[in-house]
């Protein structure tokens, strides 16, 4: 998996929009980003993931660069539930083996009130 | 859908004790895995399984053993814990195909004195 590079922690006012930075620039080019967070003392939770296009759900939208080296993940309007650890994550597609999801120590996010 | 479950949610050992920790899921998924996180380490996996009646190691398989006799269900077994082990313990799954993102429970906390 290529190695990913995240601040270890940010601020963010409640109601603002909270801008995550993710480095990847050894990312192959079968090699998806994935984001998952982690509320305290609850297990990780998929947020979203993408291959080269901007990707939005219900939860989040991503922001990948042209050259795909780097990407931002983006809570439109940061709550007080969305403080927690965030980890920015690249592995390739799957072809239905088994792939090593690798969890560094990703970015603790506070939403300030 | 309960999704995936893990029993129990706290646990006080002894050295040189035994336990079993268990994972249930409910979503009909092929893989499952078991992954440890301690402070400032991330997310560590211990064992994994593509299916029922496999299992294979991961990252820290050393003092554990696993067992899926049952698709729904992933057994972590503890023969003689160890300080070193304790740690808080999430479970995971995740259906086959290209995607492959997991579904954690909520943890367990497991302590060795």
């Known amino acids: 998996d290529a190695k990913t590079t995240q601040p270890p922690s940010m601020d963010c006012a409640e109601g603002r929009a909270a801008n995550l930075p993710c480095n990847h620039s050894?990312?192959?080019?079968?090699?998806?980003v994935y984001w998952y967070r982690q509320i305290h003392s609850q297990g990780p939770q998929y947020i979203i993931h993408?291959?080269?296009n901007n990707e939005t759900n219900e939860m989040a939208s991503l922001i990948i660069t042209e050259d795909r080296k780097s990407s931002t993940l983006i809570l439109p309007h940061a709550t007080l539930r969305d403080t927690a650890v965030y980890y920015c994550?690249?592995?390739?597609?799957?072809?239905?083996?088994?792939?090593?999801?690798?969890f560094g120590t990703g970015t603790k996010l506070q939403v300030i009130p | 859908n309960a999704g995936v479950t893990q029993t129990p949610k706290f646990r006080v050992l002894k050295t040189g004790q035994s336990m079993t920790l268990l994972c249930a899921q409910d979503?009909?998924?092929?893989?499952m895995y078991w992954y440890r996180q301690d402070p400032g380490m991330g997310l560590r996996l211990i064992h994994y399984?593509?299916?029922?009646?496999?299992?294979a190691k991961g990252e820290v398989p050393d003092g554990y053993n696993v067992s899926r006799l049952k698709k729904q269900n992933f057994l972590l077994g503890l023969e003689s814990a160890a300080p070193s082990q304790t740690s808080v313990y999430f479970c995971?799954?995740?259906?086959?195909?290209?995607?492959?993102?997991?579904?954690f429970g909520p943890g367990t906390r497991l302590t060795v004195l």
């Open positions: 050894t990312i192959s080019g079968n090699e998806y």
């Open positions: 993408g291959l080269k």
């Open positions: 979503m009909n998924h092929e893989y």
């Open positions: 995971a799954s995740s259906q086959t195909g290209r995607y492959n993102e997991q579904f």
């Open positions: 399984s593509v299916g029922e009646g496999t299992t």
């Open positions: 994550i690249v592995r390739p597609l799957t072809s239905g083996g088994y792939q090593k999801v690798t």
